[in-house]
């Protein structure tokens, strides 16, 4: 398999884990489950939607925050990216912090809720940036 081949590979490996997020949100949601899994799982399927375009970038990092932060850099301050999508992504990763590493925070449907409708649109987004620049 040739670096091209293996990069596209990953790539829409990495999206179908975004896809795979995304409906376990919205089953989650739908079921009225915990709004914290919610949010939990429609941030994972941005953040598995980013790693998707990191595949073709000369960037690696082990921390989500670093993946933020070169995301908002180079997709969105350099207009690859609607600004829409850099909020949803920042707004995503603030609440999974606060949920998964402060005490006692409490999440509600309201805030759920379209947060899942803004990953939806994300993911959408990225995989149409890829499929348009030929890369998966």
């Known amino acids: 398999m040739t670096v091209d ?14 896809q795979e ?3 376990e949100a919205r089953y989650l949601f ?8 919610v949010v939990n799982r429609a941030y994972y399927g941005m953040f598995y939607a980013v790693l998707a375009l990191l595949v073709y970038e000369p960037y690696s990092t082990a921390k989500h925050s670093g993946v933020v932060g ?11 990216l609607g600004i829409e999508h850099g909020r949803a992504f920042n707004r995503a990763f603030e609440l999974r912090q606060r949920s998964d590493y402060r005490e006692f925070v409490q999440l509600g449907r309201e805030e759920a809720g379209p947060l899942v409708e803004h990953a939806t649109a994300f993911v959408r987004a990225v995989r149409e940036y890829l499929s348009a620049s030929g890369r998966v």
């Open 21 to 23: 997020s995304l409906d």
């Open 30 to 37: 739908s079921g009225e489950r915990s709004p914290r899994s």
């Open 70 to 80: 070169y995301f908002n850099r180079r997709f969105i301050k350099n207009g690859l």
């Open 5 to 18: 081949e293996e990069q596209r590979a990953l790539a829409r490996y990495r999206l179908q884990q975004a």
